[in-house]
């Protein structure tokens, strides 16, 4: 992989056959890199692949992280729901895997639905989005869980 298309590209272990890199900006406290597949813009996308790497400021523990996300995803679409999918590691990492759904965004009027993997690492929060505009089938979201417990990202700058 090369590190002409981002810093947080070259972190990752990983990057998915047919997606590019759609937008990425970096701070010095967080990164953020979505790629979406070949075809496809930024206006108008049916998957979304999203990392995102901040400085765990307030000492966050992995279930902080989940419950700051599913707040916000609650207040975006009060009618979605979330659920544990499973905990695990990388390597001495622990790690969490979450799934937000909401059955009709309001906003493009298509149902959205996140897998999400959390990890903090070496002072990094780590999280790794994979949205659908759509409702994955079970093949599809099989296919994307395995992909995440895989990736690896090195939030090291």
């Not at 947080?8 to 890199?21: F, H, R």
């Not at 989940?66 to 001495?92: C, I, L, N, R």
């Not at 799934?99 to 996140?114: D, S, V």
Request: proline content about 4%; hydrophobic content about 40%; charged content about 20%.
């Amino acid at each position: 992989m090369s590190c002409s298309i981002g810093i947080i590209c070259c972190m990752l272990s990983t990057q998915p056959a047919g997606y590019k890199v759609a937008f990425q900006n970096e701070s010095h406290i967080s990164s953020i890199l979505e790629m979406i597949p070949e075809g496809e813009s930024l206006d108008d996308w049916t998957e979304m692949l999203t990392v995102q790497i901040m400085s765990n400021l307030r000492g966050m523990k992995l279930n902080d992280v989940q419950a700051t996300m599913k707040a916000g995803w609650t207040k975006m679409f009060p009618q979605g729901s979330t659920q544990a999918v499973e905990q695990g590691h990388d390597g001495s990492t622990k790690t969490l895997f979450w799934m937000h759904r909401c059955p009709l965004n309001q906003h493009t009027g298509k149902p959205e639905n996140t897998l999400m993997k959390a990890l903090i690492h070496s002072g990094s929060i780590v999280i790794v989005q994979k949205a659908f505009k759509f409702e994955p089938s079970t093949e599809t979201l099989s296919f994307w869980l395995d992909f995440l417990r895989k990736l690896r990202v090195n939030p090291k700058r």
